[in-house]
Nanobody, 126 residues
């Protein structure tokens, strides 16, 4: 069955770095666009980044993370990553990866994705 499992979350000080990983199983990652989303307490889920299927030539970053976060994928390993640098307290949230069978492009909207992971907590605090 389709499964996405996030890992790599935790507590980090402001200015620090974390790398989230999303392990995919039960489907061919090559043909799926992948999105990273986050949800802070009392807030709506927001799109952080996404990357298109296959060669990952199309991607998106929310303005709040541009220049600090980098999305990447390794289809052979069935893994997607979100490198988060220079983290800020406002990055604190549960982070989710999501997948959608899609030939081209990727969506920054949660409703554009069918498959979701269980989430990984990221806390940025001194």
């Amino acid at each position: 069955q389709v499964q996405l499992v996030e890992s790599g979350g935790g507590l980090v000080q402001p200015g620090g770095s974390l790398r989230l990983s999303c392990a995919a199983s039960g489907f061919t990652l090559d043909y799926h666009a992948i999105g990273w989303f986050r949800q802070a307490p009392g807030k709506e889920r927001e799109g952080v980044s996404c990357i298109s299927s296959s060669d990952g030539s199309t991607y998106y970053y929310a303005d709040s993370v541009k220049g600090r976060f980098t999305i990447s994928r390794d289809n052979a390993k069935k893994m997607v990553y979100l490198q988060m640098n220079n983290q800020k307290p406002e990055d604190t949230a549960v982070y989710y990866c999501a997948a959608e069978p899609q030939i081209a492009g990727c969506s920054s909207w949660a409703r554009g994705y069918t498959y979701w992971g269980q989430g990984s907590q990221v806390t940025v605090s001194s």
